[in-house]
């Protein structure tokens, strides 16, 4: 409920007339930046509730991870480019059967945090293959500030966050990897991950 005190201060403060003319652009900044913060957070948490309660409801059909990792990409294109990011996708088309919107989600939230904590100008490189057990693989690696081993099985709890203050800056809800969590779950997939702080981190899906 942080966005929300900050919201309703911000606007009492207006209201009660102290706030100068020219503060007031920053102002309405903050309450509009924290409402958006309160957005995703409500529809990662509307999301979460339906994969508890729902997830025996969505439909199954042939994916192509492969597809989707690309229109990932896309999406996170400009995102990307903000921050001089180059990402990569490399490997083959795989096909699975699982939950095209949530395959994408999962996908899209790696990507996004690859980007998130990563360095400027760093790399982020998308891999979709074919183990040699025959299992799809989903693998994202970022050349950004890593997780230190202690977190690494922390952060796929709802709302862990490694370092609060700069999850904030990134507009980060805690709540992205919990969704990949279930998401795993549901589609049977093991998740990986190798890191080292300062270095970068790789996560990867097998699903
Ligand atoms: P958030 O919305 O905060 O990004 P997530 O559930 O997606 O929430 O991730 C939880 C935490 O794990 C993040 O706040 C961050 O501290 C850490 N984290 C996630 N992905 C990465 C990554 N690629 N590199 C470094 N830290 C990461």
Redesign the pocket.
């Known amino acids: 409920k942080t966005p929300l005190h900050s919201i309703s201060g911000c606007a009492e403060l207006m209201l009660s007339g102290i706030v100068k003319e020219e503060d007031k652009p920053r102002f309405l900044k903050q309450i509009y930046d924290e409402a958006q913060h309160m957005v995703s957070l409500i529809e990662n948490i509307i999301k979460i509730s339906r994969l508890d309660e729902e997830a025996d409801a969505l439909p199954v059909d042939k994916v192509d991870l492969y597809e989707i990792a690309q229109t990932v990409i896309e999406q996170l294109g400009n995102k990307a480019a903000s921050r001089g990011i180059v990402m990569d996708l490399s490997g083959t088309h795989v096909t699975i059967k699982g939950v095209k919107t949530l395959l994408y989600e999962m996908i899209y939230?790696l990507c996004d945090?690859?980007i998130?904590?990563n360095r400027r100008d760093g790399e982020v490189e998308v891999t979709v293959s074919r183990g040699r057990n025959g299992r799809a693989v989903v693998s994202v690696a970022?050349t950004?500030?890593?997780?230190a081993k202690e977190?690494q099985e922390r952060?796929f709890e709802r709302f862990?966050?490694?370092?609060k203050s700069h999850?904030r800056e990134?507009g980060?809800?805690?709540?992205?990897?919990?969704i990949v969590k279930h998401g795993a779950i549901l589609h049977d997939a093991k998740i990986k991950i190798e890191?080292t702080l300062g270095t970068g981190?790789k996560?990867i899906l097998e699903f």
Request: proline share 0%; no cysteine; hydrophobic share 30%.
């Open positions: 939230n945090n690859a998130k904590y970022d950004g500030i890593g997780i977190d952060i862990y966050r490694v370092d999850s990134t980060g809800t805690g709540l992205g990897l919990s890191s981190t996560i």
